[in-house]
């Protein structure tokens, strides 16, 4: 069965604090792994990652992809208030979520 | 710029009764996409469909149908509403090049309560 796992499911940290969120995946014919964040209302797309070991990066946030060990991680430095959001993480060909991680930044 | 737009934003029904999430977007993409989002649960695809004219079941099609008459819009109903459908339903779109996953580009979803 395919499936896709975030870790962890909550995190609280300080403004400042740099953060690891992860996302495990067992699917068949894999295409390309994305990550979204959620604040209120529709999820925004963050990166797409299809080949291993190339990270991308955009601003404080980067991403990279571990195709033999079927995981990626997103990082995000300098946390501000503004990163609290939930984290999606999706993996394609059949489109399939993690059930997210939830980021709250303490000021 | 509109985007991906679903009406409506809010809605309470009774149990049995029936109606239509309107999802629209002006992108001209080829794949449109229904979730529905429950706490802890994440985003679990309704149906899909690569293009107009088509659709395709995804991971929790009971109870729901669809249609994509205009490659545009994309139709999600519900036939006879029960209390286990009231959740958050996100409308979703993206291009289709052919060679892998793209990114999709969200509605602000419709909070739906069945009581």
């Known amino acids: 069965e395919d499936k896709v796992v975030q870790s962890p499911l909550s995190l609280v940290v300080h403004e400042g604090d740099t953060v690891t969120l992860n996302c495990s995946y067992e699917?068949?014919?894999?295409?390309?792994l994305l990550w979204y964040k959620q604040e209120k209302k529709a999820p925004t797309f963050l990166f797409m990652l299809?080949?291993?070991?190339i990270e991308k990066k955009s601003g404080r946030l980067s991403s990279i992809l571990d195709k033999k060990e079927l995981f990626s991680i997103l990082n995000i430095t300098a946390t501000q208030t503004g990163d609290s959001a939930v984290y999606l993480c999706a993996v394609s060909h059949k489109i399939i979520f993690g059930k997210g991680t939830r980021l709250h930044i303490l000021p | 710029n509109a985007g991906v737009t679903q009406t409506p934003k809010f809605r309470v029904l009774k149990t049995g009764q029936s109606m239509t999430l309107l999802c629209a977007q002006d992108?001209?993409?080829?794949?449109m996409y229904w979730y529905r989002q429950d706490p802890g649960m994440g985003l679990r695809l309704i149906h899909y469909?690569?293009?107009?004219?088509?659709?395709a079941k995804g991971e929790v099609p009971d109870g729901y149908n669809v249609s994509r008459l205009k490659k545009q819009n994309f139709l999600l109903g519900l036939e006879s509403a029960a209390p286990s459908q009231t959740s958050v339903y996100f409308c979703a779109s993206s291009y289709h090049t052919g060679r892998g996953g793209q990114p999709q580009h969200f509605g602000d979803g419709t909070r739906l309560s069945i009581l």
């Open positions: 469909s690569v293009g107009e004219g088509t659709t």
């Open positions: 299809t080949s291993s070991g």
């Open positions: 992108m001209n993409h080829e794949y």
């Open positions: 699917v068949t014919n894999f295409r390309s």
